[in-house]
């Protein structure tokens, strides 16, 4: 596949090729969204990425007959990356009280911030406000929020109904406003 051809291939025709054996349609699919992956992932893990980020797209290949065809590929993706996340903090804090990981933050879990210090205050509190907040919660505000997912998207990759979609985001953003004045932010600042 050409970069001509990329650049008007859909993701469904990329992962479709790619799944066919085409792996110049599978470098750029991985072009496409390897960022957005990242990002999910070290927001939430830090640096320690690599094989989180490698594996989401070799399920996304494995599983591609689950992927709907009314479906988008970026909520199929972020939903698969959203398994393996958990997976993975489950596999880490096997030992313990947190069963249901992602209803805790990652504080309690004991990951630290994986930002680096934020340049000013209000960068800084509101990823500390992020810390505070649910793991469910931190996801569904990075999807709208950072990654610019629709509610369709977000719907497809938490495995939830689209009109659940906006009461949960409702949910996330009064307890991040929350946690930016319990911090002793203001919300209209941060």
């Known amino acids: 596949m050409t970069d001509a051809s990329e ?9 479709d090729a790619w799944c066919a054996g085409d792996r110049e349609a599978g470098d750029a699919l991985i072009r496409r969204h390897f960022e ?9 893990l830090g640096d320690d990425i690599e094989d989180l980020v490698q594996c989401t797209f070799q399920v996304c290949v494995a599983r591609r007959a689950t992927l709907r065809a009314d479906g988008t590929f970026r909520g199929f993706m972020f939903g698969v990356a959203r398994h393996l996340l958990i997976d993975h903090l489950r596999r880490r804090y096997r030992r313990g009280q947190h069963e249901d990981v992602e209803q805790h933050s990652l504080r309690a879990l004991g ?12 960068e800084a509190l509101v990823r500390e406000a992020m810390q505070q907040i ?16 629709s509610g369709r998207e977000i719907a497809e990759a938490l495995e939830i109904g689209e009109h659940t979609v906006r009461s949960r985001l409702a949910r996330a953003r009064a307890a991040l406003r929350e946690q930016v004045e319990a911090l002793g932010g203001q919300w209209a600042q941060a």
Do not use: N, Y
């Open 7 to 15: 650049a008007v291939a859909t993701d469904h025709e990329l992962l």
């Open 111 to 122: 990951t630290s911030p994986s930002a680096a210090v934020a340049r000013d205050e209000r």
């Open 36 to 44: 957005a992956v990242c990002r999910f992932f070290r927001g939430k």
């Open 134 to 149: 649910s793991l469910e919660q931190r996801m569904i505000l990075e999807l709208a929020h950072w990654e610019g997912c």
